[in-house]
């Protein structure tokens, strides 16, 4: 085995990387080689000279300076002369090599393999274990390696857009219908609605009852997601239409509310608004749905009992209060 290999395998097997550092020939009328290693955490950190790395947040550097160095001369050949230039880390090992960003370090066929997947909509977690079975022995990378090569591919996809344009532009491309305002005066995007063509179609066909709901804290902006389900007579569900809202307001709800209601005509009304107890909300549908009944969703109210009785009377007891209720419940059916 040559030298600089064995190097590279046995520091691995220690815990900690060997890059090379110089590469030379021992002298000018022979084959023989000598080369300098060093550890991958010399050097110092960045940010000290960095402009770039100053500007960006959350960012530690794993570079502490290390002094370690080794020289690997060549005296005869396959025989190697190792000289320890300094002996020492100033940091701990690595133990568990899964996860570490020098030892799982993608190689070119790798990134390839991640982009293609990341294209493919395929969750991290999926190409963490796709890339396992490809090579089983290497060690596993971490999600925040997968999570750093994905955003570049999707910055990649968006063109130089941010997000918010990015969103907005597939909506015109895939012909969505699609509303938005903004603030006045800081030009920030306050309201946005859309719906799938095909959406609009099938909510043009049953629109008789309207399922809403928001979700709250789900995305990077905090915006709550408005989202618009409709049913059809054989019972399956159809997602209208999304939204996002600033504020959880009644002005907010009302904008949403009448967007919706323009998908159809100004006669055809939904007969039941079916939503959850979002205050803001149910202000916001008698102005604009006059004449449609609303409903309060039971797997909502369920769901709030539940929690209530769960702070109350702790799980066990509620446990065996339900199970009590469903072998009643039971027994009535069948008596
Ligand atoms: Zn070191």
């Known amino acids: 085995m040559e030298g600089f ?7 691995l097997k220690l815990g900690f990387g060997v890059k ?6 021992v002298g000018r009328h022979t084959s023989l080689k000598q080369d300098y290693f060093a550890c991958p955490m010399g050097g110092r950190c960045p940010v000290n000279n960095d402009a770039d790395a100053l500007m960006r947040a959350n960012t530690v550097t794993a570079w502490c300076n290390c002094k370690f160095q080794m020289k690997i001369v060549e005296i005869q050949e396959n025989k190697w002369n190792f000289v320890m230039l300094f002996g020492f880390h100033n940091h701990a090992l690595t133990l568990y090599c899964d996860g570490d960003r020098y030892f799982a370090k993608f190689d070119e066929e790798e990134l390839a393999y991640i982009d293609a997947q990341v294209r493919a909509h395929v969750r991290p977690a999926i190409i963490s274990a796709g890339l396992h079975q490809r090579n089983p022995e290497k060690s596993r990378p971490n999600r925040r390696q997968i999570y750093n090569r994905s955003q570049k591919v999707r910055a990649e996809e968006r063109d130089g857009r941010n997000p918010v344009q990015h969103m907005i532009a597939l909506a ?4 969505y219908v699609h509303y938005w305002v903004t603030d006045r005066e800081t030009e920030e995007l306050t309201h946005v609605f859309m719906a799938h063509p095909e959406a609009v179609k099938m ?3 049953y629109y008789y009852v309207v399922l809403i709901n928001s979700t709250y804290k789900t995305n990077l902006y905090r915006l709550p997601l408005v989202e618009m389900v409709g049913v059809t007579p054989v019972g399956k569900t159809f997602v209208i ?7 959880e307001s009644e002005d907010g709800y009302r904008w949403v509310l009448q967007k919706r209601k323009a998908l159809l005509n100004d006669v055809v009304q939904p007969n039941v608004i079916v939503t959850d107890c979002e205050q803001g909300l149910l202000n916001a549908i008698p102005t604009v749905f006059p004449e449609s009944s609303h409903l309060l969703c039971l797997w909502h109210i369920y769901a709030n009992v539940e929690m209530r009785a769960l702070h109350i009377t702790g799980r066990d007891s509620w446990d065996k209060f339900i199970t009590c209720n469903l072998f009643k419940a039971v027994v009535e059916a069948e008596t």
Do not use: I
């Open 20 to 25: 090379r550092a110089s590469n030379k020939r």
């Open 241 to 247: 239409a999304y939204a996002l809202v600033t504020h």
């Open 203 to 205: 909510f043009r066909s």
């Open 5 to 11: 290999t064995w190097a590279f395998e046995t520091g």
């Open 172 to 175: 015109v491309q895939h012909k």
